[in-house]
């Protein structure tokens, strides 16, 4: 008898188990559960993409959808059964949840939520986050390279893009050779000192070498491609210091020379000054003249002309 009882008390003893797992599958069963095929999609502008939203389990046959873009500011995109905002006439409802937009621009680069609300469920919302990042092919960089450059003196070469996404990274060749981040990292640029900084497009000289001559341009590069500007030519040039004390010198000669020149101008009176001129001219006098004689003490007067005819 003892035998037969022992199968009844293991059952017994498994009943709150069994229970359990019951319970837990209709929870399971009762929720709405999202997953996404890839949660960080890449693409390219001007190129379709999918943002994977799916739903792995529910007893809702109709939930709710909804996307929002999460920048600056949350927007509907998918609100109400149709396509919102931005994306409106460039986007649509794959199957129940997942998005595609066609022509992704670099404005569409967000961060993109889909949520779902199944009202028969347990757990009756439910959402996932998709990263997505549109890349933009760099164009031409501006590139600024000094013509002539004395030997000794500093240069900073200039190379500048501004469409790429992700910012691009630059590089330096010279003479179609590539250039090193730092000189000094490399044997073959022993008589270089510049350092080239990949961020900014920046390449310093800090004192520039007749070997440093040649034919410079830059490439500015991301993951969705690469661009470069055209070759500018920088000179390395010797200073002329002979050159530079002779052309003092003729300077300094000229201008003694025009100061002797106006001293002898003036010593021998050429130049005549306007009160010079105007005493050398003298008023005209009178055609006739009447003089008057005092005579006596009175006043009388004794009358004595002459005419000139």
Not at 48 to 72: A, F, G, H, M, Y
Request: with cysteine; glycine share 6%; proline share 5%.
């Amino acid at each position: 008898m003892a035998l037969r009882r022992r199968p009844a008390v293991r059952l017994c003893a498994r009943l709150p188990d069994f229970f359990l797992l019951l319970l837990f599958r209709g929870c399971l069963i009762g929720a709405v559960n999202l997953k996404s095929n890839n949660q960080t999609p890449v693409v390219q502008e001007f190129e379709s993409v999918e943002l994977s939203c799916i739903i792995t389990d529910s007893q809702t046959s109709d939930p709710r959808i909804e996307w929002k873009k999460i920048q600056d500011q949350t927007t509907y995109v998918f609100f109400g059964n149709r396509i919102q905002g931005d994306l409106a006439g460039r986007a649509e409802l794959l199957g129940k949840t997942s998005l595609r937009i066609w022509n992704a621009t670099r404005k569409d680069s967000a961060l993109y939520r889909c949520e779902v609300v199944a009202l028969n469920d347990h757990k009756e919302i439910d959402e996932i986050d998709i990263e997505l990042t549109v890349q933009v092919k760099p164009v031409p960089p501006v590139c600024r390279v000094p013509k002539a450059v004395p030997v000794g003196k500093s240069a900073t070469l200039h190379c500048q893009e501004s469409e790429g996404y992700p910012r691009p990274h630059y590089s330096w060749y010279r003479n179609n050779m590539p250039l090193p981040r730092d000189s000094r990292a490399n044997p073959r640029f022993r008589n270089s000192s510049f350092l080239l900084n990949s961020e900014t497009g920046t390449l310093v000289f800090n004192a520039v070498h007749k070997e440093d001559s040649g034919q410079y341009y830059c490439i500015a590069s991301n993951d969705a491609g690469s661009a470069v500007c055209e070759e500018q030519e920088m000179e390395v040039y010797d200073v002329n210091i002979g050159g530079i004390i002779g052309g003092i010198v003729v300077v300094l000669a000229v201008l003694v020379l025009i100061t002797v020149g106006i001293c002898c101008a003036y010593g021998r009176d050429c130049f005549i000054s306007n009160k010079q001129n105007r005493e050398s001219y003298k008023s005209p006098g009178k055609s006739d003249s009447v003089n008057y004689i005092r005579t006596d003490e009175e006043g009388d007067f004794r009358h004595k002309s002459s005419f000139v005819i």
